[in-house]
T-cell receptor, first 116, second 116 residues
Framework: SQQGEEDPQALSIQEGENATMNCSYK?????LQWYRQNSGRGLVHLIL?????REKHSGRLRVTLDTSKKSSSLLITASRAADTASYFC????????????????FGQGTILTVHP | EAGVAQSPRYKIIEKRQSVAFWCNPI?????LYWYQQILGQGPKLLIQ????????DSQLPKDRFSAERLKGVDSTLKIQPAKLEDSAVYLC??????????????FGQGTRLTVV
């Protein structure tokens, strides 16, 4: 299966600390995306990193991609209570010739709890 | 910009009944997805459309599930007859351009289905 797997399954931290979540996948990808889900806003796209990129930043978010290890990490710096949510990685895998199939396959997610 | 609209938000039905969900994607988005998310799991792709054509329906239980996207805009997902294990949140998502492009998907709030 192409499905990514997030680690850890659950993470509990204090406000102000950093949170790191990892994602591993099985086959070659075209891009990897991170999404956040909470009860109030549904699934929200955070960041997309292409297979030829190694690191990407967006505000307090930093994503790395290691295609040799088939893994990615999401770092949230200076976490806030509002960051409490489930975080999912989703992969879009390549067809022969390097074209993304476009089918987004999600992992099981990491539940992040940030205590005030 | 208006987001992906889904209705209804909640639905409770008895097993063996039928149910339909509606999705209106973001204007101009050619690619549309339906996902099923069972409590505690990541979203699982059911079907992917490019305009009004099906790109991938390999994980759609075709004996009971059907989906259409007439005119390449709105889409409906139907379950007939429903089973207890169909209890889940059904998410619709859309993205701009062709399905194989490296672009983000935008998700609706979902329809929470409970089968009793």
């Amino acid at each position: 299966s192409q499905q990514g797997e997030e680690d850890p399954q659950a993470l509990s931290i204090q406000e102000g600390e950093n949170a790191t979540m990892n994602c591993s996948y099985k086959t070659s990808i075209n891009n990897l995306q991170w999404y956040r889900q909470n009860s109030g806003r549904g699934l929200v796209h955070l960041i997309l990193i292409r297979s030829n990129e190694r690191e990407k930043h967006s505000g307090r978010l930093r994503v790395t991609l290691d295609t040799s290890k088939k893994s990615s990490s999401l770092l949230i710096t200076a976490s806030r209570a509002a960051d409490t949510a489930s975080y999912f990685c989703a992969t879009a895998y390549t067809l022969a010739g390097g074209t993304s199939y476009g089918k987004l396959t999600f992992g099981q997610g990491t539940i992040l709890t940030v205590h005030p | 910009e208006a987001g992906v609209a889904q209705s209804p938000r909640y639905k409770i039905i008895e097993k063996r009944q039928s149910v339909a969900f509606w999705c209106n994607p973001i204007s101009g988005h050619a690619t549309l997805y339906w996902y099923q998310q069972i409590l505690g799991q990541g979203p699982k792709l059911l079907i992917q459309f490019q305009n009004n054509g099906v790109v991938d329906d390999s994980q759609l239980p075709k004996d009971r599930f059907s989906a259409e996207r007439l005119k390449g805009v709105d889409s409906t997902l139907k379950i007939q007859p429903a089973k207890l294990e169909d209890s889940a949140v059904y998410l619709c998502a859309s993205k701009q351009g062709q399905f194989y492009l490296n672009t983000e998907a935008f998700f609706g709030q979902g329809t929470r289905l409970t089968v009793v």
